[in-house]
């Protein structure tokens, strides 16, 4: 992974991990959102422009890529880098939750 | 029936507009269509309380965009000079974010770059390769015998660009620094 993308997806935002976590499935914009909604119980919202402007970002640099088209809707899925992307992101979340937890890590 | 008011807004008071569109469909007048600098269009209607947003785009947009704009609930009625304008009725919203086309500050931020970028860096370059060099031709009465017009023409749109530039540049930086993380 290049230094550039760790730059800007490591971390990431809210809405950023939400996204790529979702799009392990394929899914269109609309999709992804309900799918946050249920899994937050409704404590993560994400905006249409917020959506549109993350995938097209995260499309761009490679993280996801375009999988099918179904009425208008673009279908996007994970990528091998999307994927390595998450995997950081996830250890990194673990790493904060134990440490939130009082507990540390071992080297 | 149709009816059209004028209201000037600078180019950063979108989010102003917006309250403002809002106010007047809860009186009774929904906005048909803008024409710049300040016509809008509106066509009597039922007050309901409908939340309205804007959009800027600088490029086309594309059907996937309107697409899953329309997906998230948003009515699309009408665009004007890269703005995009959308509608969903209040009640139709149950959380805050579900009222906004952008939930995160990074995305809003974003919006504020495609508008300066676009709009006011074009701006400062007319005013800095048109409306100074021709001001000065014109005070130095190199424009013949009706340079007095042209000092009085140029000395006005002088002072409208040094506003604009001025007003939108400290607005525009405010709305940013509000919504960087």
């Not at chain 1, 996007?76 to 939130?100: A, C, D, F, H």
């Not at chain 2, 106010?23 to 906005?31: Q, R």
């Not at chain 2, 665009?79 to 959308?86: E, N, S």
């Not at chain 2, 995160?104 to 676009?118: H, K, N, P, Y």
Request: charge should be negative; hydrophobic fraction near 40%.
């Amino acid at each position: 992974m290049d230094e550039k993308i760790r730059r800007i997806y490591v971390p990431m935002t809210e809405s950023g991990f939400y996204i790529l976590f979702c799009l392990q499935t394929p899914q269109h914009g609309y999709g992804i959102s309900q799918q946050v909604r249920k899994l937050t119980g409704g404590a993560v919202t994400l905006g249409a422009g917020t959506m549109y402007g993350t995938l097209s970002k995260m499309e761009k640099d490679g993280l996801i890529a375009f999988y099918n088209e179904e009425e208008k809707r673009k279908l996007y899925q994970l990528t091998g880098l999307g994927r390595e992307v998450l995997e950081l992101e996830i250890k990194r979340i673990e790493r904060l939750y134990k440490n939130s937890k009082g507990e540390s890590i071992d080297e | 029936m149709n009816k059209t008011w004028i209201h000037f807004f600078n180019l950063a008071d979108y989010e102003e507009e917006e309250q403002w569109l809002r106010e007047k469909h809860n009186d009774g007048w929904k906005l048909v269509k803008f024409l710049p600098p300040c016509f809008y269009t509106f066509e009597s209607c039922t007050p309901e309380d409908v939340i309205y947003r804007v959009d800027y785009k600088n490029s086309r947009q594309t059907a996937d965009y309107m697409q899953m704009v329309q997906d998230f609930g948003w009515e699309f009625f009408t665009q004007c000079v890269g703005w995009l304008y959308f509608r969903k009725p209040a009640a139709d919203v149950d959380t805050e974010a579900d009222g906004e086309l952008f939930s995160d500050g990074e995305s809003r931020v974003e919006m504020v770059q495609r508008i300066a970028r676009t709009r006011l860096i074009p701006l400062t370059i007319i005013f800095f390769s048109c409306i100074i060099p021709n001001l000065m031709n014109a005070i130095n009465g190199v424009m013949g015998v009706y340079s007095y017009i042209f000092t009085d023409f140029f000395g006005v749109m002088f002072i409208i660009y040094v506003y604009m530039i001025i007003y939108n540049g400290i607005k525009l930086t405010k709305i940013r620094n509000r919504y960087r993380s």
